[in-house]
């Protein structure tokens, strides 16, 4: 039997090198990436085994760059939500997020709470932004939550308290040619297969998913046993 993919996890890496190679500055490249976005989500949704696809948007450490790339990322996150709904809705996708959303401007918030209520009952997808998202800094505050609750800290305790109650990553696909984790998901890629590619994430398509797809199906996932 081949494997199933419920959950899948894209760390969307390159946006910066495609702007830079066609000659545009880089916040060409993040608008590109946002388009892929779209379109990679609305395959998902309509996969028939796909259930979450988690997508690395903002990590911990990208407040290191430039204001005006930062400023500009949370406005094109803002924008992008925005203008989400209308395909969130047709697609049936529930949108949730994972990180500290506590840095992020009462206006952002709003429209990510606004975006969570009204897409909480469509059950094709759910697609999990990571924004300022560290998985460190997840296992850390998920072992806190549960001593402050006064919980046994087992396997099971810490992943139930984690921002991703999800399920385990099945598949994490790595564009742009670095093969690297970035503190992305530590804890839920424990048994996951990896897929790195060298495309640039705004030159990724559903075309390519589906070969990186067809090709997890082929391989033979043991989970530790023999
Ligand atoms: C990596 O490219 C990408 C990011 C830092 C952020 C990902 C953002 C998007 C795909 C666009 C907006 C997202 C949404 C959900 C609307 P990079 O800038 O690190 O590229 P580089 O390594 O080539 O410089």
Redesign the pocket.
């Known amino acids: 039997m081949s494997n199933r993919l419920r959950h899948l996890g894209i760390i969307?890496?390159?946006?910066?090198?495609?702007?830079?190679k066609h000659g545009f500055k880089?916040n060409r490249?993040?608008?590109a990436?946002?388009e892929?976005?779209r379109e990679i989500t609305a395959f998902c949704a309509n996969h028939h085994e796909i259930e979450t696809l988690t997508?690395?948007?903002?990590?911990t450490e990208?407040w290191r760059?430039p204001k005006i790339?930062v400023d500009f990322?949370m406005r094109?996150?803002s924008?992008?939500?925005k203008k989400e709904l209308k395909n969130y809705m047709n697609n049936g996708v529930r949108f949730e997020t994972i990180g500290n959303l506590e840095p992020f401007s009462k206006e952002l918030r709003g429209t990510i709470e606004k975006t969570k209520e009204l897409t909480k009952n469509n059950t094709k997808l759910v697609q999990i932004?990571a924004l300022n998202y560290g998985a460190r800094d997840e296992i850390v505050r998920s072992i806190k939550k549960l001593l402050q609750e006064k919980k046994e800290i087992n396997i099971e305790n810490i992943s139930d308290f984690l921002d991703t109650p999800y399920s385990d990553l099945d598949l994490l696909i790595r564009t742009?040619g670095?093969e690297r984790v970035s503190n992305f998901l530590l804890w839920q890629i424990a048994y996951s297969e990896f897929a790195f590619t060298k495309t640039?994430?705004p030159d990724f398509t559903t075309i390519e998913l589906e070969k990186i797809i067809e090709n997890f199906k082929k391989r033979e996932r043991r989970f530790g046993a023999v």
């Not at 969307?12 to 830079?20: L, P, S, T, V």
């Not at 997508?55 to 990590?59: G, I, R, T, V």
């Open positions: 969307m890496d390159g946006n910066g090198r495609w702007a830079k880089r490249g993040h608008e990436g946002a892929v976005v997508l690395y948007a903002f990590s990208n760059r790339e990322l094109l996150i924008r992008y939500l932004l742009s670095e640039l994430w």
